[in-house]
């Protein structure tokens, strides 16, 4: 996929070209391109006159920033210790099974990028499997063919 000047350009307009928004600026662009492309990083760099590796260096350190091209949908399952206990394990392997990935990998059609996480934090709903910004607690394995059914494209 081609970067799209035009579009990073609204995006740091929008941030008024302010180095201090670089966060801000890279979450946009990869809502955009479900990852950041090294393109797009080098436009950034040259528009707001810092080094590359600079920006790279945020890129990387922040693990809600990606690399590699992501899926349109992103499924999280946790692993905290609530969840593990509750089920969690079972529900991921049935997701990697539905998928045909494994944790950490995006499905071939780029519209699933299955990971872990450690905690959410709301462990009265454990297990709990987020999808995009939608959470399922008390989720089970045999629910994911329904979960993932949400947001298969037809």
């Not at 990073?8 to 890279?26: P, S």
């Not at 609530?82 to 944790?103: D, K, T």
């Amino acid at each position: 996929m081609a970067v799209q000047s035009d579009m990073i350009v609204e995006i740091l307009g929008k941030h008024d070209n302010r180095i201090d928004a670089l966060i801000m600026i890279l979450q946009d662009i990869q809502n955009i391109y479900h990852y950041l492309p090294e393109e797009a990083i080098r436009f950034v760099s040259e528009r707001l006159d810092i080094p590359f590796s600079q920006v790279y260096e945020v890129a990387t350190f922040y693990r809600s920033f990606s690399l590699v091209p992501r899926g349109d949908h992103e499924i999280k399952v946790c692993l905290g210790t609530a969840c593990h206990l509750r089920g969690a394990p079972r529900i991921l392997e049935n997701f990697e099974r539905e998928l045909g990935v494994r944790c950490g990998e995006t499905t071939p059609n780029k519209q699933f990028t299955l990971e872990t996480v450690n905690c959410v934090g709301v462990c009265a709903l454990a297990p709990l499997v987020v999808v995009d910004d939608d959470y399922y607690g008390n989720s089970t394995a045999s629910a994911v063919k329904g979960i993932l059914s949400k947001y298969s494209r037809k």
